[in-house]
């Protein structure tokens, strides 16, 4: 495996971090042999969730972990330690934003998503799990 596809961890404390986490997360996903429409919406997944650790937690992480073989796969797991999340399924449901935003970004990317998982604890953190398999 070249290191273009191995296990990249990004440390999220500003827009720059999104956005180079993104950026790597669309070249990677293309690297793979997803579909230019496919690594776009890969690539908007990871800025979204890393625009949330940066709005609301101030501080976190993103994992981006490439699967190579019969079940080809790109995952993503975004972390942080931030205020958390106390209505998860209001979130989810579109159309709840604490800030001045639409509310649609995590309702959107578990769409784009094959897999979706998030887990939140108030006071503790939020941990989100998304995978994107190559069909």
Same mark, same amino acid.
């Given at each position: 495996?070249? $290191? ?9 404390? &500003? ?14 996903? @293309? ?17 979204? %969730? ?9 501080? $976190?992480?993103? *994992? @981006? ?24 399924? &209001?979130? %989810? ?9 639409? $509310? ?22 939020? *941990? ?8």
């Amino acid at each position: 495996m070249t $290191g273009k596809l191995s296990r990249q961890h990004f440390l999220i404390r &500003r827009s720059m971090d999104v956005e180079g986490a993104s950026r790597r997360g669309m070249l990677i996903a @293309l690297a793979m042999g997803f579909s230019q429409m496919d690594a776009y919406r890969i690539a908007m997944v990871i800025f979204e %969730l890393g625009w949330n650790i940066e709005q609301y937690a101030g501080r $976190g992480s993103i *994992t @981006l972990i490439p699967h190579i073989g019969e079940n080809r796969c790109i995952e993503i797991v975004a972390q942080d330690q931030g205020p958390g999340i106390p209505n998860v399924d &209001r979130v %989810l449901a579109g159309g709840y934003s604490t800030s001045k935003g639409l $509310g649609l970004g995590l309702l959107v990317s578990r769409h784009l998503m094959d897999e979706f998982e998030l887990e939140s604890v108030v006071g503790e953190g939020t *941990t989100i799990k998304a995978v994107k398999s190559l069909n």
